[in-house]
């Protein structure tokens, strides 16, 4: 006959073995700890193939990137202050760079794929009359790509902005050389100098 | 509830001094530039107060957009975020300076695009000085702001 404390053990044991399980499970399922050093650390790299969609509505492989250097940026079209002024940033750095719109290529992806359609987007682009590449997809496909470029993004509630929310994303400049290889980054507050000068290297 | 209460009352505060301002309008002068857009885009203007009292910009509105208001862009740790900007107050002699990356009047539902080498008239009210119109050049939408070429960092 169990005394009264022996069943509360006995309870107490098996929720311990529960919770262990549980623990167990979580361990075993969970995808393997990243094998990404640190930021900083050699090996340390962000980027990686993708397939988006262009601003022609046709697939874009991130392999069409290979054989020329390019500089990244993640943002969205009905951000009328940082994401213009990036872009228009990064064109005016390649024209003072004086190797022609072919030095390196303009990557722009939408962190907003809901509103960025390929339409939306190639027309927002057209309007800064250099050759910039957009990039959309799925909401999942580009939440992945700007994972794998180290970019956070959130949808914020804003009644006074277009549609009743803006984003909040990662301002950088991710670079990557001809061999589509991370090299660096700019930072959305980094001086013209030094930025003119790790575009320099990048297209040396 | 309480952070609510915190943010308000400097907001009441500020306005009960504009309120409290003797009668004579503060002046204000009005200069700036749009940037082109499609379904919005982004304008920047300089307020300087050259009154003997403070004024506040209440509202901006123009014919070429469904809505327009000033929003604040920040730089956070390296995440580029934008809100709607608190009160905009100009004490006498100072000057509210909009630009690039910072406070832009942000133009929501633009009637038709808006193109480079036109001009966006733009109206502004204030506490103090009433309403000022004024028609502001439009820039590429990669412009920093029209006296770009003067800028020496």
Redesign the interface.
């Known amino acids: 006959m169990a005394t009264e404390g022996v069943r509360r053990l006995r309870w107490l044991l098996w929720a311990l073995v529960a919770i262990g399980a549980v623990v167990l499970a979580v361990l075993l399922l969970r995808p393997p700890a990243s094998q990404q050093p640190a930021p900083g650390m050699p090996g340390f790299t962000l980027g990686g193939p993708f397939t988006l969609t262009g601003t022609d509505g046709k697939p874009f492989s991130s392999t069409q990137l290979a054989g020329k250097p390019y500089a990244i940026f993640f943002g969205f079209t009905h951000c009328p202050d940082v994401c213009p002024t990036t872009l228009g940033r990064l064109a005016k750095l390649r024209q003072q760079l004086g190797k022609g719109d072919d030095a390196f290529r303009i990557v722009f992806v939408t962190v907003d794929p809901a509103r960025d359609t390929p339409k939306v987007l190639g027309d927002y682009l057209q309007l800064f009359g250099t050759p910039i590449i957009g990039l959309t997809g799925s909401e999942a496909e580009v939440a992945q790509v700007a994972k794998n470029h180290g970019i956070y993004s959130a949808k914020v509630k804003d009644p006074s902005a277009p549609g009743g929310y803006t984003m909040d994303h990662s301002a950088q400049v991710l670079l990557f050389g001809a061999d589509g290889k991370f090299v660096g980054t700019i930072a959305g507050d980094e001086g013209e100098a030094p930025a003119l000068a790790k575009l320099k290297r990048l297209t040396s | 509830m309480l952070a609510t209460m915190r943010l308000t009352l400097p907001i009441a505060a500020a306005a009960s001094i504009i309120a409290a301002s003797p009668a004579p309008a503060a002046d204000v002068m009005v200069s700036g530039w749009a940037?082109?857009?499609?379904?919005?885009?982004?304008a920047y203007v300089t307020v300087h107060n050259h009154g003997r009292s403070a004024d506040r910009l209440l509202s901006v509105s123009t014919p070429a957009a469904a809505?327009a208001?000033v929003?604040d862009?920040l730089?956070v740790r390296?995440?580029?975020?934008?809100?709607?900007a608190g009160p905009l107050v100009i004490a006498p002699g100072q000057s509210l300076a909009m630009a690039?990356?910072g406070k832009?009047i942000?133009?929501?539902?633009l009637k038709g695009p808006l193109r480079?080498g036109t001009r966006l008239p733009l109206t502004l009210r204030f506490a103090g000085a009433g309403t000022v119109t004024v028609t502001v050049p439009v820039l590429?939408?990669?412009?920093?702001g029209p006296a770009e070429a003067h800028r020496g960092?």
């Open positions: 940037r082109a857009g499609i379904g919005n885009a982004a809505m208001s929003h862009s730089l390296g995440v580029a975020t934008m809100r709607p690039p990356g832009h942000m133009l929501m539902g480079p590429p939408p990669g412009a920093i960092h």
